[in-house]
């Protein structure tokens, strides 16, 4: 009796599935594994021109943004949602204090406060590391922050307003 190849090398595979054995759990059980295009949150400052771009005519605005996926963050895109806009009258009207200073931001389109925590020392800490949490009170759910470089994450024009906000930190 002879074998044909074909039927030989449809046992080869078989091995592979007869003993493969069950992966392990690899995070501690009270982690939580993120897909990748998750949403995300950006603590954004920002300069609200009130005349298209004469800088004389402008000011100081600090923002929550929020993206429903992460992916639809990285290229200037508008994001799903942005909180209303916040200034520090204590400091004339210029930008949140984050770093150290609990700030509450409130999103008028779907009535969602988010508090974020960043560290005191956040300014100190190299790029793109662990800076401190955010917390959704809606439903609770917390976010992980983190140092961003302040590039440019998106521009809004209404005519002759505009708006460019630069992401100072980055929480999912």
């Not at 929020?66 to 909180?83: F, I, K, V």
Request: proline share 4%.
């Amino acid at each position: 009796m002879k074998l044909s190849t074909l039927y030989l090398t449809s046992f080869a595979f078989f091995p592979s599935f007869a003993f493969s054995a069950a992966v392990p759990d690899m995070g501690s059980r009270n982690e939580t594994l993120h897909k990748r295009g998750g949403e995300v949150n950006y603590i954004a400052n920002c300069i609200m021109y009130q005349n298209t771009w004469t800088p004389g005519d402008s000011y100081h605005v600090s923002h929550l943004a929020w993206y429903a996926n992460s992916d639809n963050s990285q290229n200037g895109q508008q994001p799903d949602s942005l909180s209303n806009e916040y200034r520090d009258w204590s400091k004339g009207g210029e930008w949140l204090t984050w770093p150290g200073t609990q700030q509450n931001l409130y999103f008028a389109d779907s009535g969602v406060t988010v508090q974020t925590h960043i560290d005191g020392d956040a300014p100190s800490k190299a790029l793109y590391t662990g800076t401190g949490w955010a917390q959704r009170t809606s439903d609770g759910k917390v976010f992980n922050c983190f140092k961003d470089n302040g590039r440019q994450l998106f521009q809004k024009s209404v005519f002759p307003q505009s708006l460019v906000c630069n992401s100072m930190y980055w929480c999912v």
